[in-house]
């Protein structure tokens, strides 16, 4: 049985800022990720703010929201078998500090709100996130 699944990847801006998209794409390249869609975008406060609903009760959500649409990010669907859980691992917890070595975070993140990269945590939250960003 074919266990093939899409999953939404973002690099945040901090990675975006530091040029290191192309090396972080290379990463998912490496591990066995196609990457089927990529753009670079700036989005809106108001579509961060969407994007991260599910955080809405978090005392962290406006902070997150505000960053994440304070400068250029490219979101990308990956693909590849388990992709979801494939790609967790490669971006390691989420915060930096915790992560193992190996893992992207753990090389490039900065602290929790900067940590480079976010992935679907679920294949519902990949379908849903796929489409609120490549919607045709
Ligand atoms: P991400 O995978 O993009 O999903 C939500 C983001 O909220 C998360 O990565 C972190 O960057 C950010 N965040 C900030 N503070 C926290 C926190 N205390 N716990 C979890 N996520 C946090």
Do not use: W
Request: proline share 3%.
């Amino acid at each position: 049985m074919s266990n093939i699944e899409q999953t939404l990847s973002i690099i945040k801006p901090d990675a975006v800022e530091r040029n290191l998209d192309i090396e972080i794409k290379e990463i998912f390249k490496n591990n066995g990720f196609l990457i089927l869609k990529e753009k670079k975008i700036q989005i809106e406060k108001s579509e961060a703010e969407k994007f991260y609903k599910v955080h809405e009760i978090k005392p962290f959500y406006k902070d997150l929201c505000a960053y994440l649409s304070s400068g250029p990010i490219v979101v990308m669907v990956l693909e590849k078998a388990n992709a979801v859980i494939a790609n967790r691992e490669l971006m390691g917890s989420t915060d930096p500090k915790d992560a193992k070595e190996g893992t992207i975070r753990k090389k490039y993140g900065i602290s929790i709100d900067k940590n480079s990269v976010h992935g679907s945590d679920s294949l519902d939250n990949a379908i849903i996130e796929i489409d609120f960003f490549f919607k045709d």
